[in-house]
């Protein structure tokens, strides 16, 4: 074939790729209904979006909750834009004062100035971003302390930012949080292949594949959701609108903690997993049965760990749930606004009455 003709194919195929990719990120969106979108200024240099939703129940809580998300996510994975399915709507809705965070390079955050780093990693997440968030709540709120949900990576987070900043966070939520990396055999698999896990190319593939979605459950994918707990229409806007690249940075240590079974700082400062026993709060550990990130078995092993007070709650058929759940259907299953977010809301009511 010749030259200008193989050229006038490839401009054909980049532009239907380019208008498939506009289409359905615009057809699909979920707009977020937070009631202010708040920013946090970080000491190196970025700005982090938090999502406010304002008490909408009979009496405010007097401690306003922090939500984080996980590793490819933003913040919308925990204040979805299909209202029944967001988290944080549901507890405003109980009294909570709610904020949503967008972690640096996810959602709405964005460099602040010119110089600001375009790598980090977990580290710079609890160094950088959990402090400026604080500050923008308290500087909301005039509150110190705060009340963290998170799901994944943002219940990890939480996890250090209670040894970290023990006076700022006066109990915590954590779903799915994977402590311990010694029972995830196909996690195992995929650090030993670390370019399978570059995490450069998620926003756009989920994306391109959100229109096709809910047809096939392939087993890579059973890893991070049940998809079979998800409705179609949920599991597609969920792919155009919450999944997020990942950080070289954050992926490396990811990769180091599952490979070699730790949970610390990249540069060995801190042990985060040996910290735990020396938290104090009250702290609800949510597991999923189905869950092939953090088992069952790796929650309850850090609820052990923890040194406050704490409990653990497991989501499956063995415990009356209408399914068994899986890593992020906690938050987008079918019947989580009836199973999951009551218990959540119950738990952190007792922690601020």
């Not at 904020?99 to 460099?111: I, K, V």
């Not at 179609?232 to 919450?242: D, I, W």
Request: with cysteine; glycine share 10%.
């Amino acid at each position: 074939m010749e030259p200008s003709r193989l050229a006038a194919l490839a401009l054909l195929l980049a532009a239907a790729i380019w208008a498939h990719y506009a289409f359905w990120t615009w057809r699909l969106r979920a707009q977020p209904r937070e009631d202010e979108l708040l920013f946090g200024e970080t000491r190196d240099g970025w700005r982090v979006a938090l999502g406010r939703r304002r008490p909408k129940g009979p009496a405010a809580r007097p401690v306003p909750v922090l939500l984080v998300h996980g590793i490819a996510a933003n913040r919308l994975c925990l204040d979805f834009g299909v209202e029944r399915w967001s988290l944080a709507a549901h507890l405003a809705r109980a009294g909570f004062d709610c904020f949503a965070l967008d972690l640096r390079g996810h959602g709405r955050s964005r460099p602040a100035r010119r110089g600001a780093p375009r790598g980090w990693s977990f580290d710079d997440y609890l160094r950088q971003d959990i402090p400026a968030a604080l500050d923008a709540i308290r500087a909301a709120t005039g509150q110190d302390r705060v009340l963290w949900v998170g799901h994944s990576q943002g219940g990890l987070l939480g996890l250090a930012a209670c040894a970290a900043y023990p006076e700022r966070v006066a109990g915590l939520v954590a779903l799915g949080a994977p402590v311990y990396w010694d029972v995830q055999d196909r996690l195992k698999l995929f650090a030993r292949f670390g370019f399978l896990l570059a995490g450069r190319w998620n926003r756009f593939l989920a994306r391109m594949l959100a229109p096709l979605s809910g047809y096939l459950h392939l087993p890579v994918s059973e890893i991070a959701i049940n998809g079979r707990n998800v409705s179609r229409p949920v599991y597609r806007r969920v792919l155009a609108n919450v999944v997020e690249n990942i950080s070289p940075g954050v992926v490396a240590q990811f990769a180091r903690w599952i490979s070699t079974d730790t949970f610390a700082a990249a540069d060995g400062a801190l042990d985060y997993r040996a910290a735990l026993g020396r938290c104090r709060q009250p702290a609800l550990f949510v597991a999923a049965e189905a869950d092939r990130i953090a088992p069952p078995a790796v929650v309850v092993r850090a609820a052990a760990a923890w040194g406050g007070p704490s409990a653990v709650v497991r989501f499956g058929c063995a415990g009356g749930s209408s399914v068994q759940y899986g890593h992020t259907d906690l938050l987008l299953g079918v019947h989580a606004p009836e199973e999951v977010f009551p218990r959540i809301a119950a738990w952190l009511a007792e922690q601020a009455p």
